[in-house]
Nanobody
Framework: QVQLIESSGGLVQAGDSLRLSCTASIRTFGSRTMGWFRQVPGKEREFVAAIIWSGGRTNYADSVKGRFTISRDNTKNTVYLQMSSLKPEDTAVYYC??????????????????????WGQGTQVTVSS
């Protein structure tokens, strides 16, 4: 059974940094695009960042570009989201997701939720002003 387990988020202050990790029990991790999404109550889940199988291409939402960095370690089946200069509007439940298998060097780090096959349970990140 596939499981994606996110690390604990937490409560931080505006301007702080926080790193999330997500470890996947999926044999094909190393060939999949991985993504991070977030959701606040009453709103749709939104794309945050994605990274292709090799780590060679990434994609970010405009709202986090320059502040967040996605990375992965295929030897540990883990994807990371380093968040810096956090803002109150970053407060949300953060979800990691495992996307399509594509080992092409020009694979696309998809931003659409429909491209992702497996999801974690989510972890709360709260940024106080």
């Amino acid at each position: 059974q596939v499981q994606l387990i996110e690390s604990s988020g937490g409560l931080v202050q505006a301007g702080d940094s926080l790193r999330l990790s997500c470890t996947a029990s999926i044999r094909t991790f190393g060939s999949r695009t991985m993504g991070w999404f977030r959701q606040v109550p009453g709103k749709e889940r939104e794309f945050v960042a994605a990274i292709i199988w090799s780590g060679g291409r990434t994609n970010y939402a405009d709202s986090v570009k320059g502040r967040f960095t996605i990375s992965r370690d295929n030897t540990k089946n883990t994807v990371y989201l380093q968040m810096s200069s956090l803002k109150p509007e970053d407060t949300a439940v953060y979800y990691c997701a495992a996307g399509p298998q594509d080992t092409s060097p020009i694979a696309i780090p998809a931003a659409s939720m429909t491209a992702y096959d497996y999801w974690g349970q989510g972890t709360q990140v709260t940024v106080s002003s």
